[in-house]
C-alpha cells in the first residue's frame, strides 16, 4: 500500500492487481531465471506467484483505504499524488479524501511495522545461505543468494527513512486539507 505509486491507483482494482502481479512474478521469475537457469521454473513461478501477490495487493489496497471505491480514478490518482508529495490539494471536494488517505498510509505503516521483525531474520538466514551457496553451490545460485543479501540489506537501511519521508509529507498534506475544510 505505501509503496503503490498514485498511477496505479487512477486504475480499478482488477488492472491494480494485474499490474502488481505482473512486476512481482516478472521480478522473482528472473531471480529463479538466474539461480536455476530453468525458463519453466521462472513460468511456473510468474504464473503463479503473480496472480497470488496481484490479488493480495488488489485487497490490501481496497481493504486500507475502502472510500478510494466510490472515487473517480481521476481523483484518486489526484488524491494519492498530492499527498505523496506533501503538497495541497487544489480542488477542495478532495480534501476530506486526503485526510482519509493520510488515514490509510498510517494504518498501512503501523501493519508493515508490527510485521518488520522478520526482514533482519530473514537477512540472516540470507547471508547465511549466500555464505554457504559461495562455497557449494554453481555460480547462478551464488549469484541469485547475494542479489538476494543486498536487496534485503537496502531495504533495512532504505525503507524506514523512505517511509518516515512519505509519513511527514502525508502529513503536511492532511494539515493542509483541514485547513481547506476548517475554511469551507
Same mark, same amino acid.
Given at each position: 500500500? %505505501?509503496?503503490?505509486?498514485?498511477?496505479?491507483?487512477?486504475?480499478?482494482? $482488477?488492472?491494480?492487481?494485474?499490474?502488481?502481479?505482473?512486476?512481482?512474478?516478472?521480478?522473482?521469475?528472473?531471480?529463479?531465471?538466474?539461480?536455476?537457469?530453468?525458463?519453466?521454473?521462472?513460468?511456473?513461478?510468474?504464473?503463479?506467484?503473480?496472480?497470488?501477490?496481484?490479488?493480495?495487493? =488488489? +485487497?490490501?489496497?481496497?481493504? %486500507?483505504?475502502?472510500?478510494?471505491?466510490?472515487?473517480?480514478?481521476?481523483?484518486?490518482?489526484?488524491?494519492?499524488? @498530492?499527498?505523496?508529495?506533501?503538497? =495541497? %490539494?487544489?480542488?477542495?471536494?478532495? @480534501?476530506?479524501?486526503?485526510?482519509? !488517505?493520510?488515514?490509510?498510509?498510517?494504518?498501512?505503516?503501523?501493519?508493515? +511495522?508490527?510485521?518488520?521483525?522478520? $526482514?533482519?531474520?530473514?537477512? =540472516?538466514?540470507?547471508?547465511?545461505?549466500?555464505? !554457504?551457496?559461495?562455497?557449494?553451490?554453481?555460480?547462478?545460485?551464488?549469484?541469485?543468494? *547475494?542479489?538476494?543479501?543486498?536487496?534485503?540489506?537496502?531495504?533495512?537501511? *532504505?525503507?524506514?527513512?523512505?517511509?518516515?519521508?512519505?509519513?511527514?509529507? =502525508?502529513?503536511?498534506?492532511?494539515?493542509?486539507? +483541514?485547513?481547506?475544510?476548517?475554511?469551507?
Amino acid at each position: 500500500m %505505501i509503496l503503490v505509486p498514485g498511477w496505479m491507483w487512477q486504475r480499478g482494482a $482488477v488492472s491494480r492487481g494485474v499490474s502488481a502481479g505482473l512486476a512481482a512474478g516478472a521480478f522473482f521469475g528472473a531471480f529463479v531465471l538466474v539461480e536455476a537457469t530453468s525458463w519453466v521454473g521462472a513460468a511456473v513461478v510468474f504464473v503463479v506467484l503473480g496472480p497470488f501477490y496481484g490479488v493480495r495487493v =488488489a +485487497r490490501r489496497m481496497d481493504r %486500507i483505504w475502502p472510500e478510494a471505491k466510490r472515487m473517480d480514478p481521476v481523483d484518486r490518482a489526484t488524491v494519492v499524488r @498530492a499527498t505523496r508529495r506533501g503538497e =495541497a %490539494i487544489e480542488d477542495p471536494r478532495l @480534501a476530506p479524501a486526503v485526510v482519509a !488517505y493520510v488515514g490509510a498510509l498510517r494504518r498501512a505503516a503501523e501493519e508493515d +511495522r508490527l510485521r518488520r521483525w522478520v $526482514v533482519p531474520l530473514v537477512t =540472516a538466514f540470507a547471508v547465511a545461505l549466500a555464505v !554457504y551457496d559461495t562455497v557449494m553451490s554453481t555460480p547462478g545460485e551464488t549469484v541469485a543468494s *547475494w542479489l538476494v543479501v543486498v536487496l534485503l540489506l537496502a531495504d533495512l537501511m *532504505w525503507w524506514p527513512r523512505s517511509r518516515a519521508r512519505l509519513l511527514a509529507r =502525508a502529513d503536511r498534506a492532511e494539515t493542509s486539507a +483541514r485547513r481547506v475544510t476548517d475554511v469551507g
